[in-house]
Nanobody
Framework: VQLQAFGGGLVQAGGSLRLSCAAS????????MGWFRQAPGKEREFVAA????????YYADSAKGRFTISRDNAKNTVYLQMNSLKPEDTAVYYC?????????????????WGQGTQVTVSS
């Protein structure tokens, strides 16, 4: 599975962005997908995950109520809608695929990673 994340950019605090992650390969629909982020000087952190069917979603506390993860298996794409953005959301955002299918907040469980897309939120 090859992943490509895009949709990042510069936005003012309170604004919105939608990240997309396009996957290649016929087995995308069997993978759980996750979004992680890493800010300069900080460790990679979990943002959100979604099960293979889309029936289960998981969020970091920092993302709850503001971010929504979704997927379209027909398009081999997973999305992260980010609303009410804050300067502390500034980071490189990565999408990842987990063959186990149910989703996890543990980055070590993920098998494939995209290249990352920069999100910058100005105050």
């Amino acid at each position: 599975v090859q992943l490509q994340a895009f949709g990042g950019g510069l936005v003012q605090a309170g604004g919105s962005l939608r990240l997309s992650c396009a996957a290649s390969g016929r087995t995308f629909s069997s993978y759980a997908m996750g979004w992680f982020r890493q800010a300069p000087g900080k460790e990679r952190e979990f943002v959100a995950a979604i099960s293979w069917s889309g029936g289960s979603t998981y969020y970091a506390d920092s993302a709850k109520g503001r971010f929504t993860i979704s997927r379209d298996n027909a398009k081999n794409t997973v999305y992260l809608q980010m609303n009410s953005l804050k300067p502390e959301d500034t980071a490189v955002y990565y999408c990842a695929a987990d063959h186990r299918g149910w989703g996890s907040s543990n980055y070590k469980q993920y098998d494939y990673w995209g290249q990352g897309t920069q999100v910058t939120v100005s105050s």
